[in-house]
C-alpha cells in the first residue's frame, strides 16, 4: 500500500501537477505501470459486463446495451446487484461469493480513480518513486499526509488485486453457466477458499 511522504521521508522536496515538468516523463518505467494499473481494471470492467449478462440471459445484445448505457460505476454496480439478487437464493454460496467479488470491486474502483483523477507528482529525492494527491489537498498548503509515495510494488499490487478479481468473476460466471468444470461444485469450494473472498464474506 501506498504511504505518505510524510512517513516516507517528511522533509522530501516535492513537485506536484506543474504543467510541462512531467513526472511521467522522468519516471518512464512507473508510467507504464500506472496505465497498466488502469488497463487492468478496464478487463475488470469487461468482466463485470460478462457477468451481468450472463445473469440477466436472454437477449445478450440488448443486456449489453442496457448495461453500457448506465455511465457511472455505481449504476452499473446497482444492475448487477439487483440482475443477482432476482436469480440467486438468499444464504446461498453463490450470493455469498457475488457479495464478496462485488465488495473487492468496489474496493479496487476506489484504487482506479485515484490514478485517474488524483494529481501526480514526483520529489527529487525519491527516485523510484511517483506521488499522488487528491486535488482537494492543493488548494492551499500540501498536506504531507496526503500526498502518497507510489513505488512499483504499489502498481503490481493493484494489477495483481484486479488480475485475480478477473479470475473470481469468470469462476462464478461458469457457475451460472452451469459449466461442465463445477461439478460437484468444485468451482464454488475453489473461491470459497480464496483469502481475498473469505475476508469479504460477513462473518
Known amino acids: ?10 522533509s522530501a522536496s516535492i513537485v506536484m501537477g506543474n504543467v510541462g515538468n512531467s513526472p511521467f516523463s522522468r519516471h518512464p518505467d512507473l508510467a507504464l505501470l ?3 494499473s488502469i488497463s ?14 450472463q445473469i440477466l440471459g436472454g437477449n445478450k445484445s440488448l443486456a449489453t446495451d442496457i448495461y453500457i448505457s448506465l455511465e457511472s460505476q455505481a449504476a452499473k454496480t446497482s444492475a448487477i446487484n439487483a440482475a443477482a439478487r432476482s436469480i440467486l437464493k438468499m444464504e446461498s454460496d453463490e450470493l ?20 485517474a483523477h488524483w494529481t501526480w507528482g514526483y520529489s527529487p529525492d525519491l527516485n523510484e518513486a511517483l506521488l ?6 492543493t488548494i492551499s498548503e500540501y498536506d504531507r499526509s496526503k500526498i502518497y509515495v507510489y513505488k512499483k510494488i504499489d502498481f503490481e499490487s493493484i494489477v495483481e488485486s484486479n ?10 460466471k461458469f457457475v451460472f453457466m452451469n459449466h461442465s ?14 483469502p481475498e473472498i473469505i475476508a469479504k464474506i460477513p462473518k
Open 132 to 137: 499522488l494527491v487528491d486535488p482537494k489537498a
Open 181 to 194: 468444470a463445477n461439478n460437484n461444485n468444485e468451482l464454488i469450494t475453489e473461491l470459497l477458499s480464496k
Open 96 to 115: 455469498k461469493i457475488f457479495k464478496a467479488i462485488m465488495a473487492i470491486s468496489k474496493a479496487n474502483v476506489k484504487n482506479r480513480n485515484k490514478l
Open 163 to 172: 488480475n485475480n478479481l478477473c479470475h473470481y468473476i469468470q469462476l462464478l
Open 34 to 36: 500506472v496505465a497498466e
Open 40 to 53: 487492468s481494471w478496464s478487463n475488470v470492467e469487461n468482466f463485470l459486463l460478462k457477468l451481468f449478462v
Open 1 to 10: 500500500m501506498p504511504n505518505p511522504i510524510s512517513k516516507v521521508m517528511p
